[in-house]
């Protein structure tokens, strides 16, 4: 089984300019995740897809963060203006559902804002 | 709000030395708990869910348990290659299927 896939793996920007992440999920797989993980910290979730609705974005900073997953598989999110405290590993995740280990990270992407 | 402290911050072993890393959680109500593997520059990699206070799992050389308040992953006779950081998370009933995390534990196994 293919895993979740991630891209790009490492981006490096300035503050105030924007960035896309994209995630192509474990086939499927109907809910996707998106995490934020910052050095040193447990990853944090940022909005939880069920096929292409929105389920949970309570954590998602949406005056710059945007997401989006069309017909219920691949996903993208967005930073617009980035700024230096965003610098993070963008971890994306998919599952089945969420009881055992349905639950599968991708390799994620690592940001730097400079 | 739910919330997963991981303790200690880091750890260092040496290989057959034998100890236990411990996730105290608070929770509104237990789904499941969940310990990760997490390897440098990738993500996480799911090692076990527990459900309920008693139960225990075991997986080669690590064994997880679960009380009320508390779970602990023991390393039985580590080795190097079991070095890596340990994530623990809960998942709460009811609501979105998330999980929170602790902040890990980063666990050193010399030969």
């Known amino acids: 089984e293919a895993g979740v896939a991630q891209s790009p793996r490492y981006k490096i920007i300035e503050k105030r300019q924007s960035v896309a992440f994209w995630c192509n999920p474990i086939?499927?797989?109907?809910?996707l995740y998106w995490y934020q993980q910052i050095l040193g910290q447990g990853p944090k979730l940022l909005i939880q897809f069920q096929n292409n609705g929105v389920v949970d974005d309570s954590q998602l900073p949406k005056d710059r963060f945007s997401a989006e997953r069309l017909k219920g598989v691949d996903s993208t999110l967005k930073i617009q203006p980035a700024k230096l405290e965003d610098s993070a590993v963008y971890l994306c995740?998919?599952?089945?559902?969420?009881?055992?280990?349905?639950?599968?990270f991708g390799s994620g992407t690592r940001l730097t804002v400079v | 709000e739910d919330q997963v402290t991981q303790s200690p911050e880091a750890l260092r072993l040496q290989e057959g030395e034998s100890s236990s890393l411990n996730c105290s959680y608070t929770?509104?109500?237990?789904?499941?708990l969940f310990w990760y593997r997490q390897d440098p520059g990738k993500g996480p990699e799911f090692l076990f869910t527990?459900?309920?206070a008693g139960e225990e799992k075991e997986k080669e050389r690590l064994k997880a348990t679960l009380t009320k308040k508390e779970s602990f992953l023991h390393i039985t006779a580590p080795k190097p290659e079991d070095s890596a950081t340990y994530l623990c998370?809960?998942?709460?009933?009811?609501?979105?299927?998330?999980?929170?995390f602790g902040k890990g534990t980063k666990l050193t196994v010399n030969p």
């Open positions: 998370a809960v998942q709460a009933k009811g609501g979105s299927e998330k999980l929170v």
């Open positions: 929770v509104s109500g237990l789904r499941g």
């Open positions: 995740a998919s599952s089945l559902d969420v009881t055992g280990h349905g639950y599968t």
């Open positions: 527990l459900y309920s």
């Open positions: 086939s499927g797989h109907a809910t």
